[in-house]
C-alpha cells in the first residue's frame, strides 16, 4: 500500500494551494482519511479528517480556509487550502486508516509529506 501525496509548493500569503493524496495497492477498504502537518519546532497535528461517508471536521486555525474532500472511486483525498498564511507553512502528511484484507485489522498508513511554504 502506498499513499502519494502532491500539490505542495511555495505561495504568498492569500494565495491557494490543492494538496492531493491517492491511495493505491492492495486496498480492501479505507475508512477516515486525514491531512497532518508539522510545522518547524512543533509537533505534528490535525489539519482534518473525512469519513468515508464525506463528513469532514476541521482544525479550528483552518476553519473556513481550508476544504477536505475525497473521492472514494480513485481512494483520493483533496485538501484546497485558500487563503494562506504564514503559519500555514509546514510538511503535510496525508493519512489513511484502510484494510488490506479481511483478515487484517484497520491500520494507518502515512504518505512521504509534501512541503508548503507560505511566504511573501
Known amino acids: 500500500v502506498q499513499l502519494q501525496a502532491s500539490g505542495g509548493g511555495s505561495v504568498a500569503p492569500g494565495g491557494s494551494l490543492r494538496l492531493s493524496c491517492a491511495a493505491s495497492?492492495?486496498?480492501?477498504?479505507?475508512?477516515?482519511m486525514a491531512w497532518y502537518r508539522r510545522a518547524p519546532g512543533k509537533p505534528r497535528g490535525l489539519v482534518a479528517r473525512i469519513t468515508h461517508g464525506g463528513s469532514a471536521n476541521y482544525a479550528d486555525s483552518v476553519k473556513g480556509r481550508f476544504t477536505l474532500s475525497r473521492d472514494n472511486a480513485e481512494n483520493t483525498v483533496y485538501l484546497q487550502m485558500n487563503n494562506l498564511i504564514p503559519e500555514d507553512t509546514a510538511v503535510y502528511y496525508c493519512n489513511a486508516n484502510l484494510r488490506i484484507s479481511s483478515v487484517h485489522s484497520w491500520e494507518n498508513y502515512w504518505g512521504q509529506g509534501t512541503q508548503v511554504t507560505v511566504s511573501s
Open positions: 495497492g492492495s486496498i480492501l477498504a479505507i475508512n477516515d
